[in-house]
Protein backbone atom coordinates (compact mmCIF):
# COMPACT_ATOMS: atom_id res chain seq x y z
CA UNK A 1 0.00 0.00 0.00
CA UNK A 2 1.35 3.40 -1.02
CA UNK A 3 0.34 4.91 2.56
CA UNK A 4 2.89 2.51 4.31
CA UNK A 5 5.95 2.99 1.65
CA UNK A 6 4.97 7.06 2.83
CA UNK A 7 5.29 6.51 6.13
CA UNK A 8 8.58 5.81 6.36
CA UNK A 9 10.88 8.41 4.92
CA UNK A 10 14.08 6.91 5.73
CA UNK A 11 13.40 4.65 2.92
CA UNK A 12 13.63 7.45 0.36
CA UNK A 13 16.72 8.01 -2.00
CA UNK A 14 18.42 11.07 -2.15
CA UNK A 15 20.71 12.31 -4.85
CA UNK A 16 22.26 15.53 -4.66
CA UNK A 17 23.27 17.50 -8.17
CA UNK A 18 27.27 17.03 -8.49
CA UNK A 19 29.26 19.51 -6.61
CA UNK A 20 26.25 20.76 -4.42
CA UNK A 21 28.14 19.57 -1.33
CA UNK A 22 25.40 20.43 1.21
CA UNK A 23 26.27 20.48 4.59
CA UNK A 24 23.39 19.87 6.31
CA UNK A 25 22.91 16.27 5.22
CA UNK A 26 23.81 13.54 7.24
CA UNK A 27 26.54 10.60 5.63
CA UNK A 28 24.10 8.43 4.44
CA UNK A 29 22.31 11.87 2.45
CA UNK A 30 19.43 11.66 4.53
CA UNK A 31 18.24 15.33 5.98
CA UNK A 32 19.05 14.93 9.09
CA UNK A 33 16.73 17.62 10.48
CA UNK A 34 12.88 18.56 9.50
CA UNK A 35 13.93 21.98 9.95
CA UNK A 36 16.38 24.69 8.67
CA UNK A 37 18.03 27.50 10.44
CA UNK A 38 17.80 30.77 8.17
CA UNK A 39 18.71 34.47 9.32
CA UNK A 40 15.32 34.75 10.74
CA UNK A 41 16.06 32.24 13.10
CA UNK A 42 14.85 28.20 12.50
CA UNK A 43 11.89 27.16 10.68
CA UNK A 44 10.69 23.73 9.16
CA UNK A 45 11.86 22.41 5.75
CA UNK A 46 10.40 22.98 3.13
CA UNK A 47 9.03 20.25 0.70
CA UNK A 48 7.79 20.50 -3.01
CA UNK A 49 5.75 17.48 -4.33
CA UNK A 50 6.96 16.68 -7.64
CA UNK A 51 5.00 13.29 -9.85
CA UNK A 52 3.11 12.26 -12.64
CA UNK A 53 -0.87 13.70 -11.70
CA UNK A 54 -1.69 10.43 -12.76
CA UNK A 55 -1.41 9.38 -9.00
CA UNK A 56 -3.04 11.90 -6.95
CA UNK A 57 -3.60 9.46 -4.15
CA UNK A 58 0.63 9.39 -3.75
CA UNK A 59 -0.30 13.13 -3.63
CA UNK A 60 -2.03 12.83 -1.04
CA UNK A 61 -0.45 10.08 0.81
CA UNK A 62 3.18 12.29 0.66
CA UNK A 63 1.21 15.63 2.01
CA UNK A 64 0.02 13.90 5.01
CA UNK A 65 3.51 12.11 5.96
CA UNK A 66 5.69 15.57 4.94
CA UNK A 67 2.88 17.30 7.07
CA UNK A 68 3.03 15.38 10.04
CA UNK A 69 6.89 14.70 9.70
CA UNK A 70 7.13 18.38 10.63
CA UNK A 71 7.85 20.02 7.20
CA UNK A 72 5.90 22.24 5.42
CA UNK A 73 4.63 20.66 1.76
CA UNK A 74 4.12 22.53 -1.75
CA UNK A 75 1.87 20.78 -3.70
CA UNK A 76 -0.04 20.61 -6.90
CA UNK A 77 -3.30 22.35 -7.48
CA UNK A 78 -5.52 19.62 -6.81
CA UNK A 79 -5.57 16.32 -5.48
CA UNK A 80 -9.10 15.31 -5.63
CA UNK A 81 -9.37 16.26 -9.57
CA UNK A 82 -7.58 14.79 -12.69
CA UNK A 83 -6.81 16.64 -15.07
CA UNK A 84 -9.59 15.90 -17.60
CA UNK A 85 -12.16 17.29 -15.06
CA UNK A 86 -9.90 20.16 -14.08
CA UNK A 87 -9.83 21.64 -17.81
CA UNK A 88 -13.14 20.68 -18.51
CA UNK A 89 -14.70 23.02 -20.41
CA UNK A 90 -11.59 25.02 -21.81
CA UNK A 91 -10.66 25.03 -25.44
CA UNK A 92 -7.30 23.24 -26.47
CA UNK A 93 -5.65 26.93 -26.59
CA UNK A 94 -6.60 27.53 -23.38
CA UNK A 95 -5.89 24.14 -21.66
CA UNK A 96 -2.36 24.61 -22.98
CA UNK A 97 -2.19 27.96 -21.66
CA UNK A 98 -3.35 27.04 -18.59
CA UNK A 99 -0.67 23.84 -18.40
CA UNK A 100 2.11 26.33 -18.92
CA UNK A 101 0.94 28.73 -16.20
CA UNK A 102 0.42 25.78 -13.76
CA UNK A 103 4.19 23.95 -14.54
CA UNK A 104 5.25 27.77 -14.27
CA UNK A 105 4.04 27.90 -11.03
CA UNK A 106 5.48 24.35 -9.73
CA UNK A 107 8.99 25.81 -10.83
CA UNK A 108 8.60 28.65 -8.45
CA UNK A 109 7.52 26.48 -5.93
CA UNK A 110 10.44 24.75 -6.15
CA UNK A 111 12.27 27.43 -5.80
CA UNK A 112 11.16 27.93 -2.38
CA UNK A 113 11.63 24.43 -1.24
CA UNK A 114 14.57 23.48 0.36
CA UNK A 115 13.95 19.98 -1.13
CA UNK A 116 11.71 18.42 -3.94
CA UNK A 117 10.26 14.81 -2.94
CA UNK A 118 9.49 12.84 -6.52
CA UNK A 119 6.66 10.85 -6.15
CA UNK A 120 8.30 7.88 -8.80
CA UNK A 121 4.70 5.57 -8.26
CA UNK A 122 6.31 2.22 -9.63
CA UNK A 123 9.10 3.70 -11.61
CA UNK A 124 7.15 5.95 -13.41
CA UNK A 125 8.76 9.40 -13.90
CA UNK A 126 7.43 11.51 -16.84
CA UNK A 127 8.86 14.37 -19.21
CA UNK A 128 7.21 17.09 -16.84
CA UNK A 129 8.45 15.80 -13.49
CA UNK A 130 12.03 14.96 -15.34
CA UNK A 131 11.94 19.01 -16.13
CA UNK A 132 11.65 19.46 -12.82
CA UNK A 133 14.13 17.32 -11.14
CA UNK A 134 16.66 18.74 -13.61
CA UNK A 135 15.81 22.23 -12.51
CA UNK A 136 15.92 20.96 -8.71
CA UNK A 137 19.26 19.55 -9.65
CA UNK A 138 20.81 23.14 -11.16
CA UNK A 139 19.92 25.29 -8.57
CA UNK A 140 20.70 22.76 -6.05
CA UNK A 141 17.61 21.70 -4.52
CA UNK A 142 17.88 18.31 -2.60
CA UNK A 143 16.34 15.70 -4.89
CA UNK A 144 14.24 12.75 -2.70
CA UNK A 145 12.41 9.94 -4.20
CA UNK A 146 9.20 7.59 -2.98
CA UNK A 147 11.04 4.38 -4.37
CA UNK A 148 14.34 4.45 -5.21
CA UNK A 149 15.39 5.74 -8.55
CA UNK A 150 16.37 3.04 -11.26
CA UNK A 151 19.64 4.45 -12.89
CA UNK A 152 18.40 6.33 -15.68
CA UNK A 153 15.91 8.10 -13.36
CA UNK A 154 18.46 10.04 -11.18
Known sequence: ?????LGTPCVWALVLPSGAGRDER????IPEDV???????ERPRV????GSTRFLDAFDA????ETLAGRIVL????TRTDDDELFAGLDDDER??????????????IDLADEILVLN????????TRAEIDYAHRTGTLVRYLEPPGPSQA
Not at 26 to 29: A, T
Not at 47 to 50: A, D, M, S
Request: charged share 10%.
Open 96 to 109: AAAIERLGALHFAK
Open 121 to 128: VGGYIGAS
Open 62 to 65: ASVA
Open 47 to 50: VCLC
Open 35 to 41: SVTTGAG
Open 1 to 5: MLGSR
Open 26 to 29: EPDG
Open 75 to 78: NIAS
